[in-house]
């Protein structure tokens, strides 16, 4: 083989060797790292995993924002007004989390249905709503929907 | 009757933008050089109406003319004028005129530099550039008109700017950011403008070089500044998010620095010449693509955006345009590029290439995850998202082989390389580097992680590549000094870049594995310890700033019995939007930053409150590391070759 040809040959491989392995990289590493997102009525009709990072959504209902003495930890209720989740959270809460205003919640299930959350996101000003939200209730609202 | 000027204005520079992108260019092609000296006037017509009409834009924020649509609803009369004045940008109308500006300001200054360009060339790189311009100001004018007015009523006051915007980040970050994306529209022109004209020679790409550097120079600096932004003013003490907006910029960074690389092998070894019009091609086209990421609605959702599609639908359309027609001009046109020469698996061409393909295969994986939660929503597939550990995956491994060959590659010389002597060095500083960053931070923290192990041994191994360097060039000198000034500049150049990659990766290693995070409760007169650092809680006042109220919390922290530093965290309420922000105080220096930030008032009265702790080692690193990259990247430029071009091409 020539010396031109053989280089040429050496890039080649060289390139498709390294677009190998990182293809290869990058499914493994996205395989690991989804989280899909389930509605509260997907939950609540057990369609989700359970103690698997997933992502949930909804609105906060009225009234179910319980701290619990002396420590950070709060419960709260994600509705998407078909059904709820119970959704335990232990730290800071985002400035604009509020009841009655949708949230996402990025956590694992258990087996009793509580959903402990390791971190919540609120939409971040106040006229956005987090699109995965008006997601759930459209899903909620379509299934009451065709319910009746 | 201002904002119809400014409108009237935006029309004319779309024109000129018109005339710029058809007449030069159909002088290029058919050879007439009368033709081809009009792209100058054109190019300097667009520049002054596209100045005119952001001036008129700047000057309806400044004066509070709420009749202006975009005015009444991102700025208010109580803003400070200079916030008054950045908020021009912080909406996406005036994003968008800032952003053809800076391209039009980016045509003059090619028109003003490049004077020794042959008439044709710079034609061609202008009628171009003239015909992104046409795009975009199309795209302004028909689907954003910043100058929309709310008549015969205009509001009285204005609804206020976003209050996370309301800070010095947000008067540098776009700017710089857009000047860095916008530049390398440059050189896609030159890029293109080779292919269109046929000639590739080596002139090509030492006018297109220094260019490159400065646009990327910028878009380090505009990430970097994004970043901090991002750190203090979100209050949380995040310094990257893997955010889709973050990667719509890192993704032509990663693409440009390969691009300066590809570059410098053209210019120097007449080699890769087709592989950097590629780079150059697709560091334009991330740079739209990150355009029609954050201007379109994409990413709020697929869905909202096809239900109001004129933007994206715009956007994407010249993006298209821009990616296909460019590359069937590449299909057509590449094999006419002769590349001659060759190379030994140990030179500095082969390093650089294989810098080039990790650095696009983490380019195009950021791509991959960005957009992958985009076709599952466009699909109908289960709604998802692309967590942080992927791109962190997938960075730091492919990170930790472009360090380790890094730390070779910068000492090879062209061509062919006799490593036979340099193994000694190597394994040495190999060694060295293993055993330092395993000895150092255990004896200073007590700590041992194997991610702080393996990352210093990468920056230690890389310093001793850098001294190396230094080493070598006055190794045939009588003189340091001289050996120094003997280099060149570009040698300076590349030297403090790589240099500020060796410091920004310290920072990223030592902050992402050794900071500390706790939340507590605390009320006035409490005080908790953490790592060493006992913070005091002293007490709660009122703060009542220029239109917002404030509970400002008054920390002290103590180390031992030292105090060493007082932190002034806030939570801030802004009156017109009723919108909340956490302010974090921050006390710190070059080793490490405290960070605290008040959460929540756990009582009515306000007096006890939830509190996050931070300590944060190394963090400023980061973006020292960047500016380093980037002085690095500006200083390549001045080397005396570039300007000898300039008086070789005059004579």
């Known amino acids: ?148 | 009757m201002f904002p119809e000027f400014g409108l009237f204005s935006l029309i004319l520079a779309w024109l000129f933008a018109f005339f710029l992108a058809v007449v030069p260019l159909t002088g290029v092609i058919g050879k007439r050089e009368s033709l081809q000296r009009t792209a100058l006037g054109f190019a300097w017509a667009v520049f002054f109406f596209n100045s005119v009409a952001f001036a008129i834009l700047i000057h309806a924020f400044v004066t509070d003319d709420f009749s202006v649509s975009i005015v009444s609803q991102n700025s208010n009369s109580l803003l400070p004028w200079y916030y008054k004045f950045s908020a021009t940008w912080g909406n996406h109308e005036g994003s968008m005129i800032m952003w053809v500006f800076m391209l039009s300001a980016w045509m003059v200054s090619v028109s003003l530099f490049a004077q020794t360009l042959t008439t044709e060339l710079k034609a061609a790189v202008l009628s171009v550039l003239g015909i992104i311009a046409f795009g975009f100001l199309a795209f302004i004018l028909f689907t954003s008109n910043p100058f929309a007015r709310i008549l015969p009523v205009p509001p009285a006051e204005g609804s206020d700017l976003n209050p996370l915007l309301q800070d010095i980040g947000l008067i540098l970050h776009p700017p710089t950011l857009y000047m860095g994306y916008v530049g390398f529209s440059v050189a896609f022109a030159f890029a293109v403008s080779a292919l269109i004209t046929g000639r590739f020679d080596a002139s090509w790409v030492r006018w297109s070089r220094p260019w490159t550097n400065i646009a990327w120079a910028f878009l380090t600096l505009g990430i970097a500044l994004g970043s901090w932004w991002a750190y203090y003013e979100l209050g949380w003490g995040g310094w990257w998010f893997w955010d889709p907006v973050e990667n719509a910029s890192f993704m032509p960074w990663l693409i440009g620095t390969a691009l300066i690389h590809s570059q410098a092998v053209t210019e120097k070894r007449n080699l890769f010449k087709s592989w950097s019009v590629l780079l150059a091609i697709f560091a334009f086209s991330f740079s739209l693509l990150g355009t029609f990421l954050v201007r379109s609605g994409v990413l709020t959702s697929v869905h909202a955006f096809t239900s109001d599609p004129n933007r994206g639908l715009f956007i994407l359309g010249i993006l298209g345009l821009t990616i296909i027609g460019s590359l069937i001009l590449y299909a057509i046109n590449a094999h006419k590029i002769k590349t001659s020469g060759q190379f030994k698996l140990a030179s500095r061409e082969s390093f650089i290439l294989m810098n080039n393909i990790l650095l696009v295969v983490i380019a195009f994986a950021v791509l991959f995850g960005t957009l992958l939660p985009l076709l599952a929503d466009l699909f109908h597939w289960r709604k998802l998202s692309v967590g942080p550990p992927f791109f962190n995956v997938i960075f730091n491994i492919l990170m930790v082989v472009l360090l380790a060959l890094l730390g070779i590659g910068q000492l090879l010389r062209w061509k062919k390389h006799n490593l036979k002597s340099w193994w000694p060095f190597f394994i040495a500083a190999g060694a060295g580097a293993i055993v330092i960053a395993l000895v150092l931070p255990w004896t200073l923290t007590g700590q041992l992680h194997w991610q702080v192990w393996l990352g210093l041994a990468l920056v230690f191994w890389v310093i001793g590549s850098l001294v190396k360097a230094i080493l070598d060039r006055s190794q045939n000198n009588a003189s340091m000094m001289s050996a120094m000034r003997k280099a060149g500049l570009g040698f300076w150049g590349m030297w403090l870049a790589h240099l500020g990659l060796v410091i920004s990766t310290t920072g990223v290693v030592l902050v992402a594995n050794l900071d500390i995070e706790r939340d507590f409760r605390m009320a006035a007169g409490d005080s908790v310890e953490m790592d060493n650092y006992r913070f005091v809680f002293d007490q709660v006042s009122q703060q009542q700033g220029p239109n917002y109220t404030a509970q400002k919390g008054h920390v002290s922290v103590f180390r031992g019995d030292r105090e060493v530093a007082q932190v002034n965290p806030e939570k801030r309420y802004y009156q017109v939007k009723g919108s909340v922000m956490t302010e974090a105080g921050i006390g710190g220096n070059l080793f490490r930053d405290i960070y605290v930030s008040m959460a929540e008032p756990l009582n009515d009265e306000r007096t006890v409150w939830s509190m996050r702790l931070q300590v944060k080692p190394f963090v400023r690193w980061l973006w020292f590391g960047a500016i380093l990259m980037a002085a690095g990247g500006i200083l390549s430029i001045t080397d005396k070759r570039y300007r000898m071009a300039v008086k070789g091409g005059r004579s």
């Open chain 1, 1 to 148: 083989m020539n010396p031109k040809r053989k280089q040429r040959l050496l890039l080649v491989l060289l390139g498709v060797s390294g677009v190998t392995i990182a293809v290869a990289l990058v499914l493994f590493a996205v395989r690991q790292n989804i989280n899909y997102f389930y509605t509260p009525s997907e939950i609540a009709g057990d369609m989700a995993p359970h103690d698997k990072t997933i992502r949930a959504g909804g609105m906060v209902s009225n009234g179910s924002v319980k701290r619990v003495d002396g420590t950070l930890q709060v419960y709260f209720t994600v509705t998407d007004f078909a059904a709820n989740v119970e959704v335990l959270y232990d730290g800071i809460l985002p400035d604009l989390f509020r009841e009655g205003d949708g949230v996402v919640v990025i956590g694992k299930l258990d087996d009793k249905g509580l959903f402990t959350a390791n971190s919540v996101l609120a939409k971040h000003d106040e006229t956005y709503m987090p699109p995965e939200v008006t997601h759930a209730l459209e899903q909620a609202g379509q299934t009451t929907t065709s319910n009746q």
